[in-house]
């Protein structure tokens, strides 16, 4: 593993991600753990919403924080779940979940472990 630093005044985001109606800053952490671990800030892109897709991920961690805004997610045998400012999820792997909504400012960090994952789309969504 390498040392690793990230400045917000240094780092800019790339809409090239998981999800079009989002755009991500690299935090610097894959590069550092050779991909095994991923760290990025995520914010919302104005006007952009998801649309919906039920979905599980092939990873071993994931975790979201919320720093700005709001998001809506339904989550397999939990329901729909509010994160607000402060809010934090961890999602176990494997878990079926969705977003339902979020507000044009969301900003969130997310930590994966590893960086890479495979994404697999649901045939229908709860």
């Known amino acids: 593993m390498k ?8 780092g800019g985001f790339e809409g090239s991600g998981l999800r079009g109606f989002f755009e991500y800053r ?10 095994r671990v991923g760290a990025h800030v995520i914010r919302a892109v104005p006007g952009k919403h998801a649309s919906g897709e039920a ?11 919320v720093l700005k805004g709001w998001v809506k997610f339904w989550y397999e045998g939990v329901g729909e ?16 979940h969705r977003e339902v909504a979020h507000s044009d400012d969301l900003e969130l960090i997310e930590i994966t472990l590893p960086a890479e994952f495979d994404t697999r789309e649901l045939d229908a969504a709860p």
């Open 55 to 65: 979905h599980f991920h092939g990873l071993d961690f994931q975790m979201v924080y």
């Open 81 to 96: 779940v509010m994160l607000e400012p402060g809010s934090c999820v961890h999602q176990p792997p494997g878990i079926h």
């Open 26 to 35: 690299d935090l610097g952490i894959k590069a550092a753990t050779d991909g």
């Open 3 to 10: 040392f690793s630093i990230s400045h917000a005044k240094d």
